[in-house]
C-alpha cells in the first residue's frame, strides 16, 4: 500500500503562513488531495488534484506538488483553520490517506 | 443539494455483523460512486471500499472477505456489511461520494456513525 507521511503537529500564529507536507512512499502523479477535520465532523474537501480548490474553500488555502512530496498552504492563517489536515491519494489501489497533521494556534 | 446519512447501531457485539446504510440525496447512484471510510476513535482516515456507479465493487484487500458493499439505487441506498467484528473495528464509519471529474476524490461525506465493538 502507499504510504503518505505527514508530520504530526504544528503550531502558528493567526496570519501566519503554514506549510503541511505529505511524502508518498511511491509516486500518485497529481492524484493527491487534501481534507480539513475538525473535531467530531466529518472531513471536508479542501484541495482537489494537488493544487485544484474545491468549491467553496477560501483562496486562503493552496496546494502543490506532484510525484511522491506534495504540500498544503494556509496564507494566512486564521482561528478558525484550527483542525487536522489529512492527505489521500487516490493513484495507487487502495486508497490511502494520511495519518494527519494537528494543526493549533498559538 | 447533496447529502448523505449513515444509519446504523451504535453497539455491536464481538464476532457479530454489522450493517451501516448510506442514504443519499441530491445526486443519483448510477451517475457518482459512494464508498466507505472508518476512522478508529483518535486515528485517522481508512478507506474500506466503493461501490461504483456502474454497481461494481471494489474492497480494500485488510478487511480480506470479511466485508461486502451493495446498493439499492431504486432507494438511493448502498449497504456495508462487514461480518466478525473485532474491538479494533470501534470507529466511526463514513460514507462519501467519490466524483471523477478531474481526479477522483471525495467531494461529499456523510456526518458518520460511531460504531462500538463490545465484549
Known amino acids: 500500500d502507499t504510504v503518505l507521511t505527514q508530520s504530526p503537529a504544528l503550531a502558528v500564529s493567526p496570519g501566519e503562513r503554514v506549510s503541511i507536507s505529505c511524502r508518498a512512499s511511491?509516486?500518485?502523479?497529481?492524484?493527491m488531495h487534501w481534507y480539513q477535520q475538525k473535531p467530531g465532523q466529518q472531513p471536508k474537501l479542501l484541495i482537489y488534484?494537488?493544487?485544484n480548490l474545491a468549491s467553496g474553500v477560501p483562496a486562503r488555502f493552496s496546494g502543490s506538488g506532484s510525484g511522491t512530496d506534495f504540500t498544503l498552504t494556509i496564507d494566512p492563517v486564521e482561528a478558525d483553520d484550527t483542525a487536522t489536515y489529512f492527505c489521500?491519494?487516490?493513484?495507487?489501489?487502495?486508497?490511502?490517506f494520511g495519518a494527519g497533521t494537528k494543526l493549533e494556534l498559538k | 443539494q447533496v447529502q448523505l446519512k449513515e444509519t446504523g447501531p451504535d453497539l455491536v457485539q464481538l464476532t457479530q455483523t454489522l450493517s451501516i446504510t448510506c442514504t443519499v440525496s441530491?445526486?443519483?447512484?448510477?451517475?457518482?460512486?459512494v464508498h466507505w471510510v472508518r476512522q478508529p476513535p483518535g486515528k485517522g482516515l481508512e478507506w474500506m471500499g466503493a461501490m461504483w456507479n456502474g454497481g461494481g465493487t471494489d474492497y480494500n484487500s485488510a478487511f480480506k472477505s470479511r466485508l461486502s458493499i451493495s446498493r439499492d439505487t431504486s432507494k438511493s441506498q448502498v449497504f456495508l456489511k462487514m461480518n466478525s467484528l473485532q474491538t479494533d473495528d470501534t470507529a466511526k464509519y463514513f460514507c462519501?461520494?467519490?466524483?471523477?471529474?478531474?481526479?477522483?476524490?471525495?467531494?461529499?461525506w456523510g456526518q458518520g456513525v460511531m460504531v462500538t465493538v463490545s465484549s
Open positions: 488534484k494537488a493544487s
Open positions: 462519501a461520494r467519490l466524483t471523477n471529474y478531474g481526479g477522483y476524490y471525495f467531494d461529499y
Open positions: 511511491e509516486g500518485v502523479n497529481s492524484y
Open positions: 441530491g445526486f443519483s447512484l448510477t451517475t457518482y460512486n
Open positions: 489521500q491519494q487516490s493513484w495507487n489501489d487502495p486508497y490511502t
